[in-house]
């Protein structure tokens, strides 16, 4: 699997705005899930956003709803993660991966939530937010 690069991280202060970029060569038109997560000093890595790239359905952590939207641009292999209203809590480094979705009878194909539902990641890039 080819491994997910991630961009935009930075430092900003609370309230602000940042735009991570994911570029993977698997390309978005397959069907794919990528998903955004992070994880905090201390604490374990989570899922903030997923996106499944055949038809655009999208997931969000409660914590991130109305402030986070994942999107993707099929032709560059890329999906972004735009981060409204940011907060301290919000630091993190932030992580990029990919994995197949699943299927069942009741779902149909549908994308995994957790973090070791998904095979290959990025190497993160780190969000820095003050207060």
């Known amino acids: 699997q080819v491994q997910p690069v991630e961009s935009g991280g930075g430092s900003v202060q609370a309230g602000g705005s940042l735009i991570l970029s994911c570029t993977a060569a698997v390309t978005t038109s397959s069907r794919y899930c990528m998903g955004w997560f992070r994880q905090a000093p201390g604490k374990e890595r989570e899922g903030v956003a997923i996106i499944y790239t055949i038809d655009g359905t999208e997931y969000y952590a409660d914590s991130v709803k109305g402030r986070f939207t994942i999107s993707q641009d099929n032709k560059k292999d890329t999906v972004y993660l735009r981060m409204n209203s940011l907060k301290p809590e919000d630091a993190a480094l932030y992580y990029c991966?990919?994995?197949?979705?699943?299927?069942?009878?009741?779902?149909?194909?549908?994308?995994?939530?957790?973090?070791?539902?998904?095979?290959?990641w990025g190497q993160g890039t780190q969000v820095t937010v003050s207060s």
């Open positions: 991966a990919h994995d197949r979705p699943r299927w069942d009878a009741t779902k149909g194909w549908h994308c995994p939530r957790r973090p070791d539902e998904f095979g290959t």
